[in-house]
């Protein structure tokens, strides 16, 4: 509703930053400690899903997304609302279009919802083909990521949502350098608690992101052939056997097989009932591996709970699994054995297997831990 | 639990018989009218998906369908259970093959639930084509009426669940009616108020079921590709939104384009919020007659909730609006005008645009009737 002002005028827009405020103070109580980039990245916020809940808080994500080193933009109609959606069909497809021809690097969702389903058709891909961005979202967002690869080879993000993370009271540290890395090309390699995990020491297309949405493109044009991939998933609010029946549907159209890893995020806020009677989602993950002869990894930091890495859809990476943990390897790199720990104590844990030959230390806290380059 | 005695000891039989016998008392206080066939239709009972919640009420089911003119036999696995399975995997893909080798003429499911897609690559199909019978069930059951069809060709009937309909304490005498017509070949006509309906006077394979039944063989090799169809669809538990995205998926994968006719059935429980903001059942049919240029027919009597007619799945049928009702043409027949009425006054309403020339008199209560040829 607000955060640019040449759409409002002067009475509306006074009263919307004042709202916007009191959100606003109480978000600024958590600092961000991240030295400032000096160049900022232009980000264009986009809403191609659900309308915004509570508009004001776009402000919000504004200001931290400036804080963390980006230049924001945000479309004319990311604040609009046509029934439950950001705005209607048409204008949802063409805000596609304007970020395109916009200068900023990188596009975002505000958030999820419900709504890119009923614009796939109307998106201009020759012209996103022509204006190549890094785009960025989840959750809903994964009908884009995946009809992108699809329609123009063009690999992307799925990560947080501006406006569910960054215009939240309480931002997540690591979702957000996470993020900026990731966006500045700095990730290199994530690695993660995974106890049931398949040994594994491969190399393969990262796609997929949230599962009902992913399977709701299965049979169209915008459902990306992917062989020889690493399939990860995630979702929300699906009883376990709402999750098998879509694994199922993966295994039996074929689209499991082509796959070298399936990896498993988050699956949350489901209800097991009496009448489950011992089925749940540890059940689906043993009748998933008496289906397939493929590495199951379980553990992935990433859905719609409290932690969601940043991934790239479409690029060729590497995953590894030791000892209770996984590696996943975003960009190959060398360097000697000193530069795996970096200055700030992260430790650089590189799947050494796959990309070189340095000495490792097993991590203290190893969740979710990311490597990076050095800041630029 | 009970129901065949081979299978329990004498303790446990009575004590379930006991068990049975109080509900089965109850349920008797609402007796058939229906006059009893002379010759009984053998009827197999399988559980291919979840497990029974009463497995007493299977007795009743069984009661019920013998006084319907049935001679119902029931699988050994029918009452058993795994997890919140009938039974394992394979027992329950197993129990296809031993109904395909009885001599009962129908086979027919205890319930619905989920577990049908777990064994799609287990059924032995082939068996199953040599030993046609006539399946029916819904709900889950879409699965095997659509797998059929594609992997033999041949047609299954969608209608009750023996447990579900016939167990229950209650017994829709109109369900019952309209079923043991269709399963002795006297339906000929469904006439139903379809106030939003297009106006359409169509042949056409009639096929479909439970929408995310239907939707998650999109892919797969067990949906059945089929031209100039009649698709019927319902589903329950399910948010417009969620409709919505599956009538996309069917519509981005081609499969609404090839069709004749699409039939809403009934949606059931599921629950609008205030951020739906207007959106709802009413917009999601708006919406798809603004992306399709096919004629929608909505009132079908068929659904998760009071009623569920019985109708053929893989069979030619014809399909006919006019004055806010619809003709659902099950079977084409020729007759003169005195018999448009039965003699127990239900109107045999007969499309008859499609099939005579008959004249006919509008029903008076035009719910759902079921005209039929005259009992054998």
Same mark, same amino acid.
């Given at each position: 509703?607000?955060?640019?002002?040449?759409?409002?005028?002067s009475?509306?827009?006074?009263?919307?930053?004042?709202?916007?405020?009191?959100?606003?103070?109480?978000?600024?109580?958590? %600092?961000?400690?991240?030295?400032?980039?000096?160049? +900022?990245?232009?980000?264009y916020?986009?809403?191609?899903?659900?309308?915004?809940?509570?508009?004001?808080?776009?402000?919000?994500?504004e200001h931290?997304?400036?804080?963390?080193?980006?230049?924001?933009? &945000?479309?004319?109609? +990311?604040?609009?609302?046509?029934?439950?959606?950001?705005?209607?069909?048409?204008?949802?497809?063409?805000?596609?279009?304007r +970020? +395109?021809?916009?200068?900023a690097?990188?596009?975002?969702?505000?958030r999820?919802?419900?709504?890119?389903?009923?614009?796939?058709?109307?998106?201009?891909?020759?012209?996103? *083909?022509?204006?190549?961005?890094v785009?960025?979202? /989840?959750?809903?967002?994964?009908?884009? @990521?995946?009809?992108?690869?699809?329609?123009?080879?063009?690999?992307?993000?799925?990560?947080?949502?501006a406006?569910?993370?960054?215009?939240?009271?309480?931002?997540?540290?690591? &979702?957000?350098?996470?993020?900026? *890395?990731?966006?500045?090309?700095?990730?290199?390699?994530?690695?993660?608690?995974?106890?049931?995990?398949?040994?594994?020491?491969?190399?393969?297309?990262?796609w997929?992101?949230?599962?009902?949405v992913?399977?709701?493109?299965?049979?169209?044009?915008y459902?990306?052939?992917?062989?020889?991939?690493i399939?990860?998933?995630e979702?929300?609010?699906?009883?376990?056997?709402?999750?098998?029946?879509?694994?199922?549907?993966?295994?039996?159209?074929g689209i499991l097989?082509?796959?070298?890893?399936?990896?498993?995020? *988050?699956?949350?806020?489901?209800?097991?009932?009496?009448?489950?009677?011992?089925y749940?989602?540890?059940?689906v993950?043993?009748?998933?591996?008496?289906?397939?002869?493929?590495p199951?990894?379980t553990g992935? %930091? /990433?859905?719609?709970?409290?932690?969601?890495?940043?991934?790239?859809?479409?690029?060729?990476?590497? &995953?590894?699994?030791?000892?209770?943990?996984?590696?996943?390897?975003?960009?190959?790199?060398?360097?000697?054995?000193?530069?795996?720990?970096? @200055?700030?104590?992260? /430790?650089?844990n590189?799947?050494?297997s796959?990309?070189?030959?340095?000495?490792?230390?097993?991590?203290?806290k190893?969740?979710?831990?990311?490597?990076?380059?050095?800041?630029?």
């Open positions: 509703m607000v955060s640019n002002p040449k759409r409002q005028d009475n509306q827009l006074e009263q919307l930053v004042n709202d916007a405020q009191i959100l606003f103070d109480e978000a600024d109580d958590v %600092p961000f400690t991240r030295e400032p980039y000096e160049n +900022a990245l232009g980000l916020l986009i809403s191609p899903s659900g309308a915004l809940i509570e508009p004001e808080r776009l402000v919000i994500a931290k997304l400036t804080t963390l080193g980006f230049d924001v933009r &945000i479309d004319k109609a +990311a604040d609009s609302r046509y029934m439950r959606f950001a705005a209607t069909d048409k204008e949802r497809a063409k805000a596609f279009s +970020a +395109a021809k916009d200068d690097s990188i596009v975002m969702a505000t999820g919802g419900y709504g890119l389903s009923r614009i796939l058709h109307h998106i201009d891909w020759k012209l996103l *083909e022509k204006n190549p961005k785009y960025v979202g /989840y959750s809903d967002f994964t009908a884009f @990521n995946l009809a992108l690869l699809a329609k123009t080879g063009l690999p992307s993000f799925t990560g947080p949502n406006v569910g993370d960054f215009g939240a009271d309480m931002v997540d540290d690591l &979702i957000a350098d996470i993020f900026v *890395e990731a966006m500045r090309g700095e990730l290199e390699i994530l690695s993660f608690i995974a106890e049931d995990a398949d040994s594994v020491d491969e190399e393969g297309i990262l997929g992101g949230n599962l009902a992913l399977c709701s493109l299965i049979g169209t044009p459902l990306p052939k992917i062989k020889k991939g399939l990860f998933l979702d929300v609010n699906e009883h376990p056997y709402r999750v098998e029946r879509m694994l199922i549907q993966l295994l039996h159209a097989s082509k796959q070298k890893a399936i990896v498993f995020g *988050e699956f949350s806020d489901y209800k097991l009932t009496k009448f489950d009677n011992g749940d989602m540890a059940e993950i043993r009748w998933l591996r008496s289906e397939v002869n493929i199951v990894i992935l %930091p /990433y859905g719609h709970g409290e932690m969601r890495v940043t991934l790239p859809i479409g690029k060729k990476v590497g &995953i590894a699994t030791e000892d209770g943990m996984a590696y996943l390897v975003i960009d190959k790199h060398e360097h000697d054995v000193e530069t795996h720990t970096d @200055n700030q104590g992260v /430790y650089l590189c799947g050494c796959l990309v070189c030959q340095g000495k490792h230390e097993t991590p203290s190893p969740e979710a831990k990311a490597s990076k380059k050095n800041k630029k």
